[in-house]
């Protein structure tokens, strides 16, 4: 039975297809391992959607039909239409949840809901990660042990031009000497943003247990619940105020 | 079917058997109403406690079997015996939830978890509040409208000395001209805190739908997930420090 | 002697020369009573600039000499250039402190910053606002009263869609039964961020004494103090991690 | 000329006086080491007190004379009077800023203003420490460069059980594996807490520059501003509301 949280896995599938190496880590691409880490969990309906489909495979149909979105990207966020990144923004407000994946902290639609460079250090150094839990009571750490070990993986380092998290999750340790902010979480209007560092394009991390797990706890944590409906523009009173007289032309808030 | 999220109800349960008109308002106790009001709900198994059973109806066992305890207390919160509160406060920090209702924003177990006076402006002048959503993508307030009315409530105003939320999801206005933050979350160790604020005595807000709906979500949005476990203590390191000799008397954390 | 903060007070002008009772209001243009109460003050030295000078007053010589920007706007925030907008925030993430005023909830430069529409509600009707203070200790409620009181006002009402705040300072309660947060700061880079609600174009707001005092703690808060260089881009380890080879074209991240 | 902060640094002086090699590391005592740093910036005025004096030289007047409380325990935290702790706690929530270091994560003051347990990971093996900054903008953090590098310090790790802070300022990776939330910032009534990490009684830490210029930087920032007053109790509504009558035993809250 299909699960009632609908997830759009999103992924550029550009390295995938021009790279053998990278092909052989993801035969069926990344948004094929994402999907099917997700599929396999009975909470999820899973679809996909890639760069070179027509409207980047997100029509408004298909947002429309999206409670959770993930994003990976990695050397094409300029190829991403502006008029579709609006799109999703507008979803998100609305309240579709959002899972921002490693290099997807410079996509357009992550800058854009976060107002700042998303800028960081990296060196691809074949390095040991341990992702640990700091906030141990969290639905997205769910199940976890104290920290996921990766044994090879890129390294992102601080400073990681990002607002502060309204909760913090994960914090990664690097071999090389560096920390990252590796889990953070964010509202923007109804919507639920989870970034999640791990996912280089030439490790298979993406078929680990436990960022699986990450990715399938985020995804139930960002589904909307039937949003309060924003109310915004001219407004009458409820209390009576004295004197007021309410303009003419007066259009209840849209 | 009994739910699988666990509740037990907390009441002070004094001014419901010393107060006739209370006893009118609340014939089944304020924890009657609200356990009628989750019993309701197919998520929820329910059970209630009170201050005068042995160790206030929260034997290590009970409190074992609870996933979220809700707390309401008023005139009594001297009696309540701090080892029991040391209790509550080691289960709060194992991963349970708690949600502390109206004037339990003096009661002990609250304040030892805030580090605050958790002090208040209040007057009974039975005013009409207006709770506003300002989170409206939280799942606390999902299926609400843009605020809840209650006709007649007492007045809790600003300022309310509690440590700035990590999210605040709702704001009281009163016609008296007081605001106050009605609805606000906290983490402390592995367990969720809520903290809402209608709910005197005098008047039968625990029958209100929507305050219910809003005591049902919380209790949800606090239930505790599989928690990762906590250790503290003496470590090994992971990776190996040159020079560096494990202790002796090496013990894993507890 | 001038201040050591150099304080810039933008204002888009166009309310004050198009409309005869608004000049009255403010014969000195918005900005020119923003300035005028920040002038009085020792700390800081002030200029002002507007939309329709060249490069709305907002040069890269002007912004590299601003540590603080107040920004004012209404009717005509679509006539700011893009280019100017990227400018300032730029800026911002590189330190300097942004104030924004009342009806600038809707200027391109905070909607860039915050990823959110910034809408809200509101209603013209000259209704009281008491602007109520919910963090006692914080800076920029220093030396205020419990509540600002405004007789007069226009109302600006919840939901206001803007991300949690890192620290909310104040809460507006409204004669007409709404409730607003209209103090919130936030940080973006190295920037200091203050959005501060009243200042409609019609009420002698930017009088008050209390508001310039608000306006003038703000510009201190947010002041940039030695910022930490950020560095971004690939780097070398400083761990020596086994078999690691740094790459040929090394460059240091700017 | 004499700063106008006035810093009280309280030290448990056991260590030093029971331990040659802890004496030879701090022969003036550890408060002795944090003071000279302090004392030698025209900021602060700077006085000390020990846990063996009368009252643990924390008197009702010596409280009343300081701005901001550094305080470094370790093995005799339960020695410290109740008493003496709740009159911390009441001048933190009166304004007082509170600078917790090191070992003193686990002092009855910090556990009180959490709430939580305070626990962590620890290890003593001589390892590198380095101290990122992740909020270069921060004033905590002024003229750092992007990390404070530690030779020799002893390890704490996660999962550090403190609630999450209102801003994250320092993290800290160590050689063996671990990373640490290191600097973080909360608000308790009117006061600023920081709790700032290094600090173990074998290392020089509190001679490094950097170290210092972060605990003076914290205490600038902890120190009080004119802290709005704070009235709790029975409150008279200000808008008069239908058919109220106040209670003839009214008393203004105080």
Not at 59 to 82: I, N, P, R, Y
Request: glycine share 10%.
């Amino acid at each position: 039975m299909a699960g009632t949280i609908r997830v759009t896995v999103w992924n550029e599938y550009r390295h995938e297809r021009e790279n053998e190496k990278i092909a052989a880590v993801y035969p069926r691409g990344i948004h094929g391992a994402i999907a099917a880490g997700l599929g396999e969990d009975a909470r999820f309906t899973v679809r996909t959607a890639t760069l070179d489909e027509p409207e980047h495979g997100l029509t408004e149909d298909v947002l429309a039909e999206t409670d959770v979105l993930t994003w990976w990207g990695h050397k094409a966020h300029g190829d991403v239409d502006d008029a579709i990144v609006e799109r999703v923004q507008r979803r998100v407000h609305e309240g579709m949840g959002l899972l921002v994946l490693h290099s997807a902290h410079f996509s357009k639609i992550f800058k854009r809901l976060m107002g700042t460079t998303c800028d960081l250090k990296w060196r691809e150094a074949n390095e040991r990660e341990r992702i640990w839990v700091v906030a141990p009571g969290h639905p997205i750490a769910a199940g976890l042990g104290e920290y996921i070990e990766l044994e090879h993986e890129e390294m992102y380092g601080e400073h990681f031009d990002i607002p502060e998290p309204e909760m913090l999750v994960f914090v990664s340790w690097f071999a090389g000497g560096e920390v990252f902010r590796s889990g953070a979480c964010y509202t923007r209007g109804a919507g639920r943003i989870f970034y999640f560092r791990p996912g280089h394009e030439t490790y298979p991390t993406y078929e680990n247990l436990d960022v699986r797990r990450v990715i399938a706890n985020a995804a139930e944590w960002a589904a909307p619940r039937q949003a309060v409906p924003r109310i915004f523009g001219n407004a009458l009173p409820v209390e009576p105020i004295k004197g007021y007289v309410p303009p003419a032309k007066y259009h209840p808030a849209g």
